[in-house]
């Protein structure tokens, strides 16, 4: 199974929170080859878990340690380059979903997933909005 993470799902991989289990269970379940991720999670990814600190859920140290356990985790992970056409393409889903809510990072990741949609066999999100978004563009999503 190759699997795409947004960074709501990525961050429960290195935090324990609602939905952790979930995630946990899926790829235990699950025969997990490949993870994709865009190449903005490593930069969301830090933004979220130092959000965790500023509303106490973590300490600095916490926040440290699992950022540094995810960038040594990176090769891990195959991450989809934001080249120009990538963001030509998130554009494109803004002027096509921005009616529904799709913001801008979001849109990055629902491009990255289309990038690689005839490849990938789901991809993963704790964000309602982007999950329905993706199952409208053919994707399977949990």
Request: overall charge negative.
């Amino acid at each position: 199974m190759k699997i795409f993470l947004d960074t709501s799902s990525l961050i429960k991989l290195y935090h324990t929170e609602l939905g952790t289990d979930d995630l946990d269970r899926l790829l235990d379940e699950n025969s997990v080859e490949q993870i994709f991720l865009a190449e903005i999670a490593k930069i969301e990814f830090n933004s979220a878990v130092w959000k965790k600190v500023r509303t106490k859920d973590l300490t600095k140290d916490e926040a440290v340690e699992i950022i540094d356990s995810f960038q040594s985790d990176y090769p891990n992970y195959s991450f989809i380059s934001t080249d120009h056409q990538l963001l030509v393409a998130a554009r494109d889903l803004i002027a096509k979903y921005g009616y529904a809510g799709l913001r801008t990072l979001d849109s990055i990741q629902l491009a990255s997933i289309l990038s690689i949609k005839e490849e990938l066999s789901l991809a993963a999100t704790a964000d309602e909005l982007l999950r329905s978004l993706i199952e409208k563009e053919g994707v399977k999503s949990k």
